[in-house]
């Protein structure tokens, strides 16, 4: 039997880069997939078509998962459409990087809203479902730069310490109902943004990593998939951080 067989996902933010890799893990071990995004475009679309080969169900929303009315008609049309809500992956997240005092008000806020926020609405609208259902597991992707700071990130370090913290105080709050909370921390995975990165900075970052590479979007969703399995059935309130061991 596969790790995820009969179970529903909703994973944020899923229509590219991590959070699709992590669709299409859970996909492959069984797990059916609502996803959602600011728009279900061209690429949200294929998105779908992908994970679909896996002969599963799947559906993306568009959906903003930073306001909240949003989210919960969003998780009410998720719980109707496939009759559970069983693991919830807060992947959603942008950048808006700045120096503080040449930070502005809107950066910090589009980012907290989007990367902070969004965990809050999603976890706020699917906790009822999965307390009648006595289980479920929430993911919250946070940061290596959210346990360890930034300089000229401090919006989005905030952000990914708030999502650590967040799963920290789910855990404690819905354990005894059967519901897990834990985060994961990338490090230096290999997206395109990091690929378009000059060689220089990009040779820097690797002189840190003491397993000298980069990760990969499998080496996340692999974690993600371990959580969001009955593997980790023990595991709940935790920060995994994956990063090649660049911050022990």
Known sequence: MKLLEGKTAIITGAARGIGKAIALKFASEGANIAFTDLVIDENAQNTEKEIAAYGVKVKGYASNAADFEQTHQVVEQVKADFGSVDILVNNAGITKDGLMLRMSEAQWDAVLAVNLKSAFNFIHACVPIMMRQRGGSI?????????????????????????????????????????????????????????????????????????????????????????????????????????GGMNM
């Open 139 to 243: 993911i919250n992707m946070s940061s290596v730069v959210g346990v360890h700071g930034n300089a000229g990130q401090a919006n989005y370090a905030a952000s990914k310490a708030g999502l650590i913290a967040l799963a920290k105080s789910i855990s404690q709050e819905m354990g005894a109902k059967g519901i897990r909370a834990n985060a994961i921390a990338p490090g230096f995975i290999e997206t395109a943004m990091t690929a378009a990165l000059p060689e220089d900075v990009r040779n820097e970052w690797i002189k840190r990593i003491p397993l000298r590479r980069g990760g990969t979007v499998d080496d996340i969703a692999n974690v993600a998939t371990f959580l969001a399995s009955d593997m980790s059935s023990y595991v709940s309130g935790q920060v995994i951080q994956v990063d």
